[in-house]
């Protein structure tokens, strides 16, 4: 068994699917959704808050492979700098797209299993703990090694609960996409 689907290595197939007209507007919803769910984060301490816009990020990638994941987060991340009015720093948006890419290619025409999850959850601490600390540093002038002490128990804690929320949510997702195809067989 393979972890990664050959169909997700396919980028120029994924790209001519991402420029048809439902895939634009399906784009734009996950767009949307990454938004709105952006301002739903559950906060528990000063340090640590469950956010569920990664799970749009994953969605995306599992329903369009890395290259859908990668536009979907790009969109994302400047989009909702616009609508919320903070400063832009495209470090952010880079670690936004590797996510989106890493998820499409770990979850595309995949089973959604707890070591695939698993991969997920490690690729946005990983993410999280190197390249968001040093833009943070960067950004705010305090050294990256204090960043990282504390991020790095918030991250240890996070990969538990986002490993459980991939698990779920996109096991839900993939559900509804299958769905979703059936009928539109059934009614073609």
Not at 36 to 57: A, D, G, K, M, T
Not at 66 to 71: A, E, F, I, T
Not at 126 to 132: A, G, R
Request: proline share 3%.
């Amino acid at each position: 068994m393979r972890f990664i689907h050959e169909d997700a290595l396919d980028f120029k197939a994924q790209a001519a699917q991402l420029v048809r007209p439902q895939n634009i507007a399906i784009a734009g919803l996950f767009t949307a959704l990454y938004i709105v769910l952006s301002y739903f984060n559950i906060r528990i301490s000063s340090v640590l808050e469950i956010r569920w816009p990664f799970l749009i990020l994953a969605a995306s990638g599992m329903f369009g492979g890395p290259v859908m994941g990668l536009v979907v987060a790009i969109l994302s991340d400047i989009t909702s700098t616009i609508l919320t009015g903070q400063a832009f720093f495209p470090g952010f948006t880079i670690s936004y797209s590797l996510m989106g890419f890493a998820y499409g290619l770990i979850f595309f025409r995949s089973r959604i299993t707890i070591p695939r999850a698993l991969a997920g959850s490690t690729v946005e601490v990983l993410i999280s703990m190197t390249l968001n600390t040093l833009w943070l540093s960067m950004m705010y002038g305090t050294p990256f090694m204090a960043l990282l002490i504390t991020r790095a128990l918030k991250c240890s804690v996070m990969f538990f609960v986002n490993t459980a929320l991939l698990y779920m949510i996109l096991g839900m997702f993939r559900q509804v996409i299958q769905a979703l195809h059936l009928s539109m067989q059934v009614t073609r």
